[in-house]
């Protein structure tokens, strides 16, 4: 393969600036989805152009030959991207596998999965908690409550997100559903828990669990352990996440101000010295799902504008390398946010978040 035909994939000079602004919205969606910035980089090029080598990945991200290997790799562990060589050289093309609209249900059905998977893990959990609450275990009492109500949650996700195959009148049936009682009270004591190192230990496993769950791998991980520690604990200072995650003080100040912003906690309490209490409710995953097709949602009249650019001047661009590339993740992305709105009136219908 010769460096005219490995340059001549990339595109038209014209199209670049749809390239561009395309990768912009792909990687703001995957920054709210707290996905790892170089993962998401990578991924977006080689669903734009369709497919790369590693030296055109080199060029048009900017990242190191090792570091775009590392991601590939991760990557290609996934599913749903492959590898394989161009005939009679030592060079080996990335690519996508499968249909676009993959990505979508394929997403809906590894987070459905995830959940099958931490509910039965969390309901093992119970049962061992319900030895230590006998033990009178401290901690032991409110951990297994709050396993309660993240199963509670996760019936409610399951009724937005339904399996592929739900009728339109099975969606409707599920979503006349009143909300769940976690949702009528919310106990608001503001109070630190103090865990008995045997509830720790069970703490500290529903925590590798959750950082081990498909639904959450390509997730920055300390996004996903602060997450965790907010679900078991429900009250947290940035002392206490010092302590138990070992981050900096200033990675910790980052992260919790992100937790704010996104609106997954809040301010529960400020002491006479200034300290802060943080407070996440039990419906925290289902606000971070809300939150990242929030994100997607502010790109829809920008992707119907650029839609329709491309429409109107497809004689000129129609026939440069790569506009047919452009138009359908252009659609692709469009359409995704449309479906991904839908979702937000099922959950509106189930809860008030």
Known sequence: MTVEEEQSHLFDGKLRKYEDRLVEILLDIAKSKRT????????????????????????????????????????????????????????????????????TTRAIEIALSSLGSLESFLKNKREVLKKLIEQSKEGAEHLSQRIE?????????????????????????????????????????????????????????????????????????????????????KYLTQETIKRITGLSSGKISEEVNRFLEDDLIHKAEVSSKGKITYYADSLILLKFSRHIINKMAKWEKELENMKLDLENNMSELEILDGYAQIYKICDYTLDVTLKYLEYIKRMDNLVEL
């Not at 030296?55 to 570091?67: A, R, Y």
């Not at 590392?70 to 492959?82: A, E, H, K, P, Q």
């Not at 499968?98 to 990505?103: A, F, K």
């Open 36 to 103: 790892t910035p170089k993962m998401s980089t990578i991924a977006s090029y080689l669903l734009i152009h369709g497919n790369l080598t590693q030296k055109e990945l080199k060029k048009l991200t900017g990242l190191s030959m090792g570091t775009i290997s590392t991601y590939l790799s991760v990557m290609i562990g996934t599913g749903n991207f492959r590898k394989q060589r161009i005939p009679g050289t030592h060079t080996f093309i990335y690519s996508f596998s499968g249909e676009l609209e993959v990505l």
């Open 149 to 233: 109500d993240l199963l509670e949650s996760f019936e409610i996700y399951k009724k937005i997100f339904p399996p592929n195959g739900t009728s339109a009148e099975g969606i409707q049936k599920q979503s006349s559903i009143k909300p769940f009682k976690l949702l009528k009270s919310e106990q608001k004591e503001v109070k630190e828990i103090q865990f008995d190192p045997e509830v720790y230990l069970v703490e500290d496993d529903i925590i590798n669990q959750i950082l081990a769950s498909p639904m959450f791998s390509t997730r920055d991980p300390m996004f996903i352990k602060i997450l965790g520690y907010f679900i078991t604990r």
